[in-house]
């Protein structure tokens, strides 16, 4: 079984759409302490949680209490997806006789827990999780609590109560997002160690100084500690959580406050203030520009593939891009779905297999078991029958579907009915077949038409740049439409895979700031482009941006 | 000489039997079960009890948990812990969450130690605000039982109301009032003693002070209505009413601030149906102190809370009125 990966972040991205609707048309409400919580709901939701919209009450279902119940646009988005209500009903927030209150509210199905004074959620959870007890029902129970709200005495109440009664029925996660209403929380009421200077990316840097987890392991929980914004990551916890006996689980997520928005991510003033309308129309577009970084472990050593998958993952990678060859679609062979076994356990980065097989539909299966998490075809060797073979496979397995395009291939005419639920896309830029090609520059335009016509066709997954791609060419396959970009020699050819990494991240989140510009000029001139800019309060974005601006003559 | 029972003892007999009964029932306490007498529900039913230690706020809000997922909950304290340290808990938890027209959650709220008449443990621990917290919460019904029959059949009520419920009851033990035979209804007072000249109206310990006022004065010739108004929200404004309009003046008589206590639910109803003169016994917007057992009537007299004042409140009405 995959990690469903692309499913879960395309829900993700388009709760944070919703949010963003929802709050900037109520004035008000709470951004960054619903996207910093957005991996962790999307993978609940679309992952985890067994529920039925029809019926919110079904009496098997799995209950889930938000207890920073101020994050309450983050989990109407989550339920309005979920198909709880119609997703237009997010407009309604925080409106007089709107069934979407201002905090959690049973006026709205799905909600579980009436929240906003906060502290109060564990506790309830845990009155839930004895009930399943005592009736003898398997369904589970999953709590989100803040850390400014881990400041509330009751927290430890109830972690001492849910420790006592052993209760592995509950799954908790700590959003810990480091910042809560006044300040950041190591100022406030620090939960590792008090932050003496103004840089919160200090606490970040010396896991030494991370105390919480030791706090709740102390009180006698199962504890683990992840990054909350990686799928994988808060997949694998729940999964560990879910075969845990004997204790409650808590999983200490760090997360970032206003993720995914640049201008509100670590920014105590995005606790709970909403954007301004004008604004929201840049935001939207920059949530549609998340882009991935998906390292070829076959530009490293062929003979230590093992040695390669560990330097991708520690340099950061989001997937792990593997090229498998069979030496008749390309005159190469590599490797198959043995050697993808063999690798798995070295890492829970999404495997992103790109098979350039014949009669790929044959053999999808063996990679689907190999643990692949991310499948990719060509388009030359499938048709609209075995491909939708090959769909039906992937989907049924949460495996994501890819299908790919050689240079001289252009969009196949039995694709398009699948155009609307493809995950990614693949349109290569060099002749496949062997590693360290140049990438062939009318790529570019080829990428931009195609952009062009998915999006038209509704298209909602990732176009994947694949072969070429270096430090010169990835900022403008980014403006060409790719969002997901497989490096080979270019990262895994180099010497520091993860400082290589960061500086193609760069690349892109240049050019991205280049679009937004671009965007806020076309909405509202150069006085919309200066506010958008000066809202980039943290770090040295507001002086990247000027930049940026200046060059592109924007400012 | 009337018969001194145990509240406590009564409320932990009552839940075995309920319990035996209904499955949902379950108990929850707050290092406080041997007191409230709840332990040998949980040796019953070990798997339906949990005592969640000194910590209030978490029992109230995971008995709201309890009750969400269909269970009658039972949790109990002292008084002095649970209106006055966990309202938050009780609002946001318990009486706010309406899902339908399901009003607040089924948590029953049954707390002993209420009042002055804690005694020996002093000011500290006498709840003389409850009734005041606890009423100006929408949803939850408010209950002081005079004697363990009420007791015993409003933990029956309770178990088969839907809603949150708050009963109040007494630490030291108290004269039977009622008979077995008495019907109890949520929002329906109980007339003790019918009279003419005057109504004293009273809930929990208090009750007995105004029978003994009310035969007292029945002596001097003064024909005085005695109602057990145990049911503080919903209260009986019917009965009220009627009382207002056949006597001519109320007395009221509780171990409680009489700023918006029983007196002050009493004048509510009289002033918006038939206003007449009115006096109200009860603390004095102050707090209490230490008395021990064999003190405690001392403590009330310091108080002004007494049958004898109950008296002279029904002689003053009745002077200024005529």
């Given at each position: 079984m995959g990690l469903n990966y692309y499913h879960i972040i395309k829900q993700v991205r388009e709760t944070r759409k919703l949010v963003i609707k929802g709050t900037s048309t109520a004035g008000s409400g709470h951004p960054g302490g619903s996207f910093s919580m957005a991996e962790i709901m999307g993978c609940i939701f679309f992952k985890f949680l067994r529920y039925d919209p029809k019926n919110p009450l079904w009496e098997d279902r799995d209950r889930f209490v938000l207890s920073k119940g101020h994050a309450s646009p983050g989990l109407f988005s989550n339920l309005a997806v979920a198909g709880y209500?119609?997703?237009?009903?997010?407009?309604?927030?925080?409106?007089?006789?709107?069934?979407?209150?201002g905090h959690p509210d049973f006026?709205?199905?799905?909600?579980e827990f009436c929240g906003g004074s906060l502290g109060i959620g564990l506790s309830f959870s845990i009155g839930m999780a004895l009930a399943a007890r005592i009736d003898g029902k398997p369904h589970r129970i999953y709590t989100i609590i803040g850390d400014g709200e881990s400041d509330e005495g009751q927290v430890w109440e109830a972690s001492m109560t849910a420790s006592k009664y052993k209760l592995d029925n509950l799954t908790v996660f700590l959003d810990r997002n480091f910042i809560q209403q006044d300040d950041y929380t190591e100022k406030v009421m620090p939960l590792d160690e008090e932050l003496v200077s103004d840089d919160i990316s200090e606490m970040w840097k010396d896991a030494a100084r991370w105390k919480i987890g030791d706090k709740w392991r102390s009180f006698g929980w199962n504890v683990l500690e992840i990054d909350g914004h990686r799928v994988e990551q808060i997949i694998k916890a729940i999964q560990s959580a879910q075969q845990t006996k004997g204790t409650p689980t808590i999983i200490v997520s760090r997360t970032i406050k206003g993720k995914s928005v640049e201008h509100m991510e670590d920014n105590p003033k995005w606790h709970g203030v909403a954007p301004d309308p004008k604004i929201a129309p840049i935001i939207d577009l920059e949530l549609d520009c998340q882009f991935l970084i998906s390292p070829s472990i076959i530009a490293g050593d062929m003979t230590n593939l093992e040695n390669e998958v560990k330097r991708a993952a520690h340099g950061r990678a989001d997937f792990i891009h593997l090229d498998v060859m069979d030496g008749q679609f390309v005159p190469n062979t590599t490797f198959d779905h043995t050697k993808i076994k063999e690798l798995r356990p070295i890492t829970q980065i999404p495997f992103d297999a790109h098979l350039m097989i014949n009669e790929p539909v044959k053999h999808v299966r063996n990679y689907v078991d190999a643990g692949s998490d991310i499948i990719t075809v060509h388009a030359e060797v499938c048709d609209e029958s075995s491909f939708g073979e090959i769909h039906d496979i992937l989907r049924g397995n949460e495996v994501s579907v890819g299908l790919a395009m050689n240079p001289e291939t252009e969009l196949p005419s039995w694709a398009e009915k699948f155009i609307p639920d493809l995950d990614q896309i693949i349109v290569m830029s060099v002749v496949p077949g062997k590693s360290g090609q140049k990438y062939i520059e009318s790529t570019h335009g080829k990428v931009q038409r195609i952009s062009k016509i998915l999006s038209d066709k509704k298209f909602t997954g990732f176009i994947e740049a694949d072969g070429g791609i270096d430090l010169s060419n990835i900022g403008s396959c980014f403006l060409d439409g790719a969002r997901v970009f497989v490096g080979g020699s270019a990262i895994i050819g180099q010497k520091d895979v993860r400082a290589t990494m960061s500086e193609f991240r760069k690349r892109v989140l240049s050019a991205r700031r280049k679009l937004l510009i671009q965007k806020a000029y076309e909405l509202g001139g150069i006085d919309l482009v200066n506010k958008w800019i000066d809202l980039h309060e943290v770090g040295k974005k507001k002086t990247d941006l000027i930049q940026i601006a200046k060059e592109a003559g924007l400012e | 000489m009337t018969e001194m029972t145990d509240m406590r003892t009564m409320y932990g007999e009552t839940l075995i039997k309920i319990g035996e009964e209904n499955p949902n029932i379950v108990v929850v306490g707050a290092d406080t079960t041997d007191s409230l007498k709840t332990k040998p529900f949980g040796k019953k039913f070990p798997n339906r009890f949990f005592n969640v230690g000194i910590a209030e706020a978490n029992l109230v809000s995971v008995a709201a948990g309890l009750a969400i997922e269909g269970k009658i909950p039972f949790a109990s304290t002292y008084a002095i812990f649970l209106p006055g340290r966990c309202v938050d808990q009780i609002r946001n938890a318990i009486a706010y969450p309406s899902r339908d027209d399901k009003k607040g959650l089924n948590v029953k709220m049954v707390v002993s130690?209420?009042?002055?008449?804690?005694?020996?443990?002093g000011g500290s621990h006498q709840q003389i605000e409850d009734i005041a917290i606890m009423r100006v919460i929408p949803n939850i019904r408010v209950m002081i039982p005079s004697d363990t029959v009420t007791v015993s059949k409003l933990v029956w009520i309770m178990s088969q109301t839907y809603g949150p419920f708050y009963m109040r009851m007494a630490r030291s033990k108290t004269p039977v009032i009622h008979s077995e035979a008495q019907d109890f209804e949520i929002g329906k007072g109980i007339v003790l003693r019918d009279g003419s000249d005057c109504t004293i109206a009273a809930c929990g310990i208090t009750v007995h002070m105004a029978l003994e006022a009310a035969d007292a004065l029945k002596q001097e010739g003064t024909s005085c209505r005695v109602l057990d108004l145990f049911s503080i929200k919903p209260i009986d404004s019917a009965l009220i009413e009627k009382a207002a309009r056949e006597t001519g003046g109320i007395v009221t008589c509780e171990e409680h601030n009489i700023m918006a206590g029983f007196g002050s639910a009493v004048a509510e109803v009289v002033t918006e149906t038939y206003p007449v003169p009115m006096r109200r016994i009860g603390v004095q917007d102050k707090f209490g102190e230490s008395a021990r057992d064999n003190e405690i009537p001392l403590l009330f007299a310091k108080h002004g809370i007494t049958s004898i004042n109950i008296a002279k409140s029904v002689k003053d009405i009745r002077s200024k009125s005529r």
């Open positions: 209500f119609d997703k237009s009903e997010m407009e309604t927030l925080r409106k007089f006789e709107s069934r979407l209150q006026k709205c199905p799905g909600v | 130690h209420g009042g002055l008449s804690v005694g020996a443990d």
